[in-house]
């Protein structure tokens, strides 16, 4: 079945670092790929999201590259700020099971001054 | 556009009880998905309907649980004889039939003691 495989956190970071959190995907079709925040006592927010191979999304100064052939998805950010603290989900969607969503187990990001 | 809702946001029960969750979807969303989310975890799909139709049930949606969308707007989730395992973040997402961009509701967070 599908799956999706995060790094694990913490990760902890100064101000104004590069951000990396990697992520990969098995699944047997062409799925879309979306990467989620958890803000401190809030729901899940779509951050970015991207439909096909090669395709990159970006919102919020994130962005990442939807790569078939390595089944990647990594989350980046040049420079990071105390507000970007959150846990991060990278999924994947089942097109043929009615857009059914596939999460990894999450990034937990702490931003230090 | 209000977003999706859950009521209600928290719930506290002992083992053994019904409980039943309610969740609002975004007005024109035809599709809702149901799903749980444990401490330290991604959300894990549950079930999902397309208007009131339940189109698809994940094997972790054991017999005590059942859940509904009559008229094809609101959704009830409902657990019986709750166990200490079913204690965890019940979460609501929907989305349009012509998209895999699913937005999610702040959760209902049960625990079972």
């Known amino acids: 079945g599908d799956s999706v495989t995060q790094m694990e956190g913490p990760v902890t970071l100064s101000e104004e670092a590069f951000l990396t959190i990697n992520c990969t995907y098995t699944?047997?079709?062409?799925?879309?790929l979306f990467w989620y925040v958890q803000y401190p006592g809030e729901g899940l927010q779509l951050l970015l999201k991207?439909?096909?191979?090669?395709d990159k999304g970006s919102n919020k100064g994130f962005e990442a590259t939807y790569r078939k052939e390595t089944t990647s998805f990594h989350l980046e950010k040049g420079s990071v700020q105390v507000s970007d603290s959150a846990v991060y989900f990278c999924?994947?969607?089942?097109?043929?099971?009615?857009?059914?969503?596939?999460f990894g187990t999450g990034t937990q990001l702490k931003v230090e001054l | 556009d209000t977003g999706v809702s859950q009521d209600p946001r928290h719930k506290i029960t002992k083992r053994g009880q019904n409980v039943t969750f309610r969740c609002d979807p975004i007005s024109e969303h035809n599709r809702l998905y149901w799903y749980r989310q444990t401490l330290g975890q991604g959300p894990e799909f549950l079930t999902y309907f397309q208007n009131e139709a339940q189109l698809e049930k994940s094997r972790l949606l054991s017999d005590r649980f059942s859940a509904e969308r009559p008229k094809g707007s609101f959704s009830t989730l409902e657990i019986q004889r709750t166990e200490q395992g079913d204690s965890a973040m019940y979460l609501c997402a929907s989305s349009s039939s012509g998209t895999d961009t699913q937005y999610f509701g702040p959760g209902t967070r049960l625990t079972v003691l």
């Open positions: 699944a047997t079709g062409y799925p879309s």
């Open positions: 991207a439909t096909k191979a090669d």
């Open positions: 999924a994947l969607s089942d097109a043929g099971g009615g857009n059914k969503l596939t």
